[in-house]
């Protein structure tokens, strides 16, 4: 089966710098993605980690590692409406099916 | 602009009605999805099709059933509604060669009573 772990709820500043982690077991592995969901709203793709290392998009950059199931999203220069919910999302298993955490609610402070 | 579009956006019903929620999409993909979102539990998949007559059982699809009779279209029953099947519940779509970069709709919000 696949299960993911994130941390439920983060704090941070405006203009600070945040990281989300993410950790997953899976069999079989196709790519681990994040979304990001304001509240009341759809979630909406940011990014997509296949291979090792660090993606960059912007403010945004996510990090994997498939030897440790972990990765990360990390967030720069925060704004308010970076306040959302960050989904971590596996592709894998026997039907490559994406499975969802539960998601990380991000406040972000003036 | 291609979209994907769900009706009701919000229904209250009954215990043991049917309920169908729709869900169209313009971005002529291949692959739809339905997942429900509740507290503590995020999202899960419900069912899942990979193109016209191809429906296929997610982890929690007790109780729902779906039907793909063209690309467009991926309408949701409930059968016989049951109080914990309240919750918001997105439909989703992706190219048929991705299987994780979804295109969501805006979700409807079910409440059964």
């Known amino acids: 089966g696949q299960n993911i772990d994130q941390p439920t709820e983060m704090t941070a500043t405006e203009g600070a710098i945040v990281q989300i982690n993410c950790t997953y077991q899976t069999s079989g592995f196709n790519g681990l993605f994040w979304y990001q969901q304001h509240a009341g709203e759809a979630p909406t793709f940011l990014s997509y980690?296949?291979?090792?290392g660090l993606e960059e998009k912007g403010r945004f950059s996510s990090f994997l590692s498939r030897s440790k199931g972990y990765s990360y999203l990390l967030l720069k220069e925060l704004q308010m409406k970076d306040s959302a919910s960050y989904l971590c999302?596996?592709?894998?298993?026997?039907?490559?099916?994406?499975?969802f955490g539960t998601g990380t609610l991000l406040a972000v402070q003036p | 602009d291609a979209e994907i579009t769900q009706s009701p956006r919000h229904k209250i019903t009954e215990t043991g009605r049917q309920v169908t929620l729709a869900c169209h999409q313009t971005?002529?993909?291949?692959?739809m999805f339905w997942y429900r979102q509740d507290l503590g539990h995020g999202l899960r998949l419900i069912h899942y099709?990979?193109?016209?007559?191809?429906?296929n059982k997610g982890e929690v699809s007790d109780g729902y059933s779906v039907s793909r009779s063209n690309t467009e279209d991926l309408p949701l029953t409930l059968e016989s509604a049951a109080s914990s099947q309240t919750s918001v519940y997105f439909c989703?779509?992706?190219?048929?060669?991705?299987?994780?970069?979804?295109?969501f709709g805006e979700g409807s919000r079910l409440t059964v009573l």
């Open positions: 989703a779509s992706s190219e048929s060669n991705q299987v994780g970069e979804l295109f």
């Open positions: 999302a596996v592709a894998g298993g026997a039907t490559n099916k994406l499975i």
């Open positions: 971005w002529n993909h291949n692959n």
């Open positions: 980690n296949v291979l090792d």
């Open positions: 099709s990979y193109g016209v007559h191809d429906t």
